[in-house]
Nanobody, 127 residues
Framework: QVQVVESGGGLVQPGGSLRLSCAAS????????MGWYRQAPGKERDLVAT?????????????KGRFTISRDNAKNTDNAKNTVYLQMNSLKPEDTAVYYC???????????????WGQGTQVTVSS
């Protein structure tokens, strides 16, 4: 099995910063792309940012210049984890949403590609 676990959400005032983390572990041979998505109440889940294993990044237009995605690839050790971070600066009330981590995994035991989501972490931007 593969586990994808987010952390770091919370309540922050407008203009503040938060750093989200997401760790993927388990039956993993490799991970191609990891990314962050968000879903506000009553809206669809939208892309925030993605990063490939080689470090290539993409961002939603609304987040460019404010958010930075980065990644630590797992080393070849037991319990190694692939971790992706989202540094969010200059936060706005409209950034309020549940933020989900996504991992495009090559499963070790099967060799197949599978897409995994975390359970989400709430980010609330309010004064």
């Amino acid at each position: 099995q593969v586990q994808v676990v987010e952390s770091g959400g919370g309540l922050v005032q407008p203009g503040g910063s938060l750093r989200l983390s997401c760790a993927a572990s388990g039956d993993i041979f490799s991970i191609n792309t990891m990314g962050w998505y968000r879903q506000a109440p009553g809206k669809e889940r939208d892309l925030v940012a993605t990063i490939t294993s080689g470090g290539r990044t993409t961002y939603a237009d609304s987040d460019k210049g404010r958010f930075t995605i980065s990644r630590d690839n797992a080393k070849n050790t037991d319990n190694a984890k692939n971790t992706v971070y989202l540094q969010m600066n200059s936060l706005k009330p409209e950034d309020t949403a549940v933020y989900y981590c996504n991992a495009d995994v090559v499963v070790l035991s099967t060799g197949l590609h599978r897409n995994y989501w975390g359970q989400g972490t709430q980010v609330t931007v309010s004064s």
